[in-house]
């Protein structure tokens, strides 16, 4: 069966722009001044946004490029710190060796337990990590577990354990919405950071 190809979209910042240098050619030879000056604010803040944007994701990038830098054992504090700057959060990252499976462990606000698992990999993280968590979830008397990786993600069998067993897979994403929200001061939701 021929696969379809997609078709490119065309970027709308794109097309504004040329639009808006379109009008102020046309204002411009007419000698319509009033719709040439709003024309080049337009222009203006449309230039504006775009480096806004392109800046956004250029630090977007270069903060998962540091987050791919860690070391394992540097991964495993940096999500025991994030944690830490929750409002109500308390995190201490266990020791490195004989941990029984969790990295991490935080108490939420209302006391409620979560153990972390964090994998360093340049792969998808398999299902032994959720074995692992869960494993540990009930070692450590913690009500909640998850696990978070800095790599591309989780493989098939590993979702449909976490989904079977309530755990949460967090990705690079998820670390930075929680950075974000801790930057914030403001508490996670329940979908991202269950207790």
Not at 12 to 35: K, Q
Not at 157 to 178: C, I, K, S, Y
Request: aromatic residues 6%; hydrophobic residues 50%; positive net charge.
């Amino acid at each position: 069966m021929a696969r379809r190809r997609r078709r490119k979209k065309e970027d709308p910042r794109a097309v504004v722009t040329l639009a808006l240098l379109f009008g102020l050619f046309y204002s411009g030879i007419s000698g319509a001044w009033g719709l040439f000056a709003v024309l080049v604010l337009l222009l203006v803040g449309a230039v504006v946004l775009l480096v806004a944007q392109t800046r956004a994701k250029r630090t977007r990038a270069l903060a998962l490029r540091d987050l791919q830098a860690l070391t394992p054992r540097e991964l495993e504090l940096h999500v025991a710190q994030v944690l830490n700057a929750l409002p109500g959060w308390r995190a201490e990252a266990t020791r490195g060796s004989a941990d029984q499976g969790a990295d991490v462990i935080a108490t939420g606000p209302s006391g409620a337990k979560v153990a972390v698992q964090v994998k360093k990999y340049s792969n998808p993280v398999g299902n032994k990590a959720v074995q692992e968590i869960v494993a540990s979830k009930a070692f450590y008397r913690c009500a909640h577990a998850v696990v978070v990786t800095s790599g591309p993600g989780y493989t098939r069998a590993a979702r449909e354990l976490a989904r079977a067993n309530g755990v949460p897979l967090w990705g690079p994403d998820e670390l930075f919405r929680l950075q974000a929200l801790a930057a914030q001061k403001q508490a996670p939701p329940r979908d991202l950071l269950p207790a």
